[in-house]
């Protein structure tokens, strides 16, 4: 063969390399860098670059880097970012109904309630996220959403006198504390630390691994062990994105996948209970709630019910949620 005829075929390759190259995904999160879920996704990450030969490099921005939940869902939907570890917040900018997963005050008493519910609700919102373009890899939660503050506050009465934070992304919630008589403040994830700091709020509801990780505790010093809400959230991934990977690779990924919301379920309702542990360590005062005082903060809760359906979480799901949750208590 003639040189000039090898030289020709060498530029060929070198002009198709392109079409071959390997799959650029980026992934944002708020979850801490460093933490068990930040590594889950990271060895995820690596399962991926194997199982897909190399074609496949997800690229992981956690602890905010890229933005609140909403600033990643609207870089997903311009196609700057590829997927997102949301939770409820991110998720209901995209689907509402998912809302009924989470935003339900009081909803659930037990997380094998929540997993009830989850199970039941979640390959429907599967169809409707994935009607709006995302695909769900997996379902996770972290435990309880529980109150820290900066001053002992038991009672709904107590903790109304405090400045409380509230997703900004989410003003149907801060309308809905403002009307039980909470003095709601909406910030972003990331001004949580700073405005305990600077007396912008006094109390903020979080699962305890992120108020330990983010070290909450040590402007918020209280926090009242109430089971407030569940932390549910999911990990999305754009439909146009994951639908250019070949079915066979996607199969792989989707296990790998599974495998990572496992993990990060598993740990986040186990690093629920040694997070405070660890936090009583460094100074953090618990107030466990007596059957009275539950009650008091359920009878708070479902006064606002009427307004949670419809505004907050849509009525057919809010419906269907509180359904399985008495469905599941019959049997239980």
Same mark, same amino acid.
């Given at each position: 063969m003639k040189p000039t005829k090898l030289l020709s075929i060498a530029l060929c390759l070198v002009t198709a390399l392109p079409a071959m190259a390997a799959s650029r995904l980026k992934l944002g999160t708020l979850v801490p860098v460093g933490t068990s879920y930040h590594k889950s996704l990271m060895s995820m990450a690596e399962a991926w670059r194997k199982d897909s030969g190399g074609a496949v490099n997800l690229n992981i921005y956690a602890g905010g880097k890229l933005g609140g939940e909403a600033e990643m869902v609207g870089l997903m939907k311009l196609d700057s970012l590829q997927a997102a570890l949301l939770t409820t917040v991110g998720l209901s900018e995209i689907e509402r109904g998912v809302? !009924?997963?989470q935003n339900i005050p009081m909803g659930f008493r037990t997380l094998e309630e929540v997993d009830y519910v989850g199970g039941k609700l979640q390959p429907m919102l599967e169809k409707r996220l994935e009607e709006k373009g995302f695909v769900v890899l997996f379902w996770s939660d972290a435990g309880w959403i529980r109150?820290?503050?900066?001053?002992?506050?038991t009672t709904p009465d107590e903790m109304r006198k405090l400045k409380m934070f509230s997703w900004s992304g989410? *003003?149907?919630?801060?309308?809905?504390?403002?009307s039980a008589g909470f003095n709601a403040v909406p910030l972003e994830t990331a001004d949580i630390v700073p405005s305990l700091q600077t007396g912008l709020i006094e109390a903020? *509801?979080?699962p305890p691994f992120f108020a330990m990780a983010g070290q909450v505790d040590s402007r918020a010093p209280h926090m009242l062990e109430l089971n407030w809400a569940p932390i549910v959230g999911a990990l999305v991934v754009r439909k146009e994105a994951w639908e250019k990977l070949p079915a066979d690779v996607r199969e792989k990924l989707m296990k790998s996948a599974k495998v990572a919301g496992s993990?990060?379920?598993?740990? !986040?309702r186990k690093?629920?209970?040694?997070s405070v542990a660890a936090m009583e360590k460094r100074g953090l005062r618990v107030t466990k709630v007596t059957p009275e005082v539950e009650a008091e903060w359920r009878k708070a809760a479902?006064?606002?019910? *009427?307004?949670?359906r419809g505004k907050l979480v849509p009525e057919e799901i809010f419906d269907e949620a509180t359904k399985f949750v008495s469905e599941y208590r019959s049997k239980h």
């Open positions: 809302a !009924g997963l109150f820290f503050s900066n001053k002992s506050a989410f *003003p149907a919630q801060v309308e809905i504390y403002k903020v *509801p979080l993990e990060i379920k598993a740990a !986040g690093e629920m209970t040694e479902e006064a606002v019910y *009427p307004q949670v």
